[in-house]
């Protein structure tokens, strides 16, 4: 089918959208508490005669555009971080400690724009849903709530671009396989009698424990995993004793294991709580090990990167498909695959070479990759429902 109505509507509305996410930017909300972006979403919608659905949690939102047998999902996160905006813009969050330094409020605005221009689409060859989650911030993430809610009943597979400062603006980031890593986070506390520097030999040296546990642990678990599963435990605090003459009666560690491979994510717990008590084991010391599960790896479908891929040439060129680099950092979408094929793609976002990092009070765009971003998961969704499904 011809897009030259796509073209027509992303020139005619780009400026409209890029307000969107500068109100949004200057106007963050935190995981679960996005109640006054929902209500902006849900208003724009609605005024284009859209139906969106408000996530039963109370913030968040689904919208289905256009109608059949066929259905494929476009998901978009829109929670802030905990960071002072550091930035001297016009639209500077105006919320103390809360901004949008991880480009959720770009991500939500092209959202709103390929559901807009669906809208204006004259004849759709199936059902889009956009998917507007709440939380992607927090652990384990608002992913869970749209799958256990019904989100993404229905779909046949589910896209969802992220904001890469990395890349420049005008290209888009491509990988088959995981492109993030699973995170969970470790914390062991381990206990004894205490006593002096003196005579170790008459008490359990606590120390000396935790540090066994930071050495031996990791390496261990290098000779039990397939190294291809790319797992990596790193300790990132650890604290005992306040003085150099005494042995303390606590101490703890707390650290982060991050994996590529889902199968491997799930016996890491088992392994990791085992590795530690064995070595605790011959020191005495009594070990407690609090494990919390974060997110799995978000590992991309292959058919599912073709069908981006074509978007990406149809709507830029080429030239604008790029490579992309495995991540070690998370991200809840990979729930997603528990129920649909997944593909995530990284939308570049830096502007002549200058690169903002992520989680950075003074990560920005180039917003050029608004419109960017709305012509290529459009053409992508339409391209989904006229191709076969694997």
């Known amino acids: 089918m011809s897009l030259s109505w796509l073209d027509r509507w992303v020139d005619d509305h780009t400026a409209d959208l890029i307000a969107v996410r500068r109100h949004l930017h200057a106007n963050p909300e935190l995981g679960f508490g996005e109640n006054k972006t929902t209500a902006l979403l849900v208003s724009k919608l609605r005024a284009a005669g859209l139906q969106p659905q408000v996530l039963p949690m109370g913030t968040g ?51 709103l724009g390929v559901a807009l221009a669906l809208a204006s689409a004259p004849q759709l060859p199936g059902r889009v849903r956009l998917i507007f989650q709440p939380a992607e911030e927090l652990i384990p993430g608002g992913a869970q709530t749209v799958v256990a809610g019904g989100g993404l009943d229905g779909l046949e597979r589910v896209f ?11 290209k888009v980031g491509l990988l088959i396989g995981p492109i993030t890593a699973a995170a969970d986070s470790v914390e062991v506390t381990l206990r004894g009698p205490g006593g002096h520097t003196a005579r170790p030999h008459l008490t359990v040296d606590l120390v000396d424990a935790l540090a066994r546990i930071v050495t031996m642990v990791p390496s261990l678990l290098s000779r039990q995993v397939d ?21 303390p009666e606590t101490g703890q560690l707390r650290g982060t294991m991050r994996v590529l491979r889902r199968e491997a994510w799930d016996g890491a717990e088992k392994l990791i709580c085992s590795l530690i008590e064995q070595v605790v084991a011959p020191t005495g010391a009594e070990v407690d090990i609090h494990y919390t599960r974060g997110v799995p790896p978000v590992v991309n479908d292959g058919w599912s990167i073709e069908l981006l891929r074509s978007g990406v040439i149809d709507a830029l060129g080429p030239d604008a498909v790029a490579g992309t680099m495995q991540s070690m950092g998370a991200e809840d979408f990979g729930w997603y695959a528990d129920v649909a ?30 419109a960017i971003g709305v012509r290529v998961m459009t053409r992508t969704l339409l391209t989904s429902l006229t191709r076969p499904t694997s």
């Open 61 to 111: 939102l689904i919208c289905d555009v256009g109608a059949g047998k066929r259905t494929v999902g476009f998901r978009a996160d829109i929670d802030a971080l905990p960071l002072r905006d550091l930035k001297d813009v016009p639209y500077k969050s105006t919320v103390d400690g809360v901004c949008h330094a991880c480009g959720h409020d770009a991500h939500a605005s092209i959202a």
């Open 227 to 247: 190294p291809r599963a790319g797992l990596s435990l790193v300790w990132a605090a650890i604290g005992a004793g306040i003085a150099h003459n005494t042995i």
């Open 341 to 370: 094929p997944i593909a995530l793609a990284r939308l570049g976002t830096a502007s002549n070479g200058q690169e903002l990092d992520l989680h950075q009070g003074s990560f920005d765009i180039d917003e050029r990759a608004i």
């Open 160 to 170: 969802a671009l992220h904001c890469d400062p990395r890349l420049e603006c005008g």
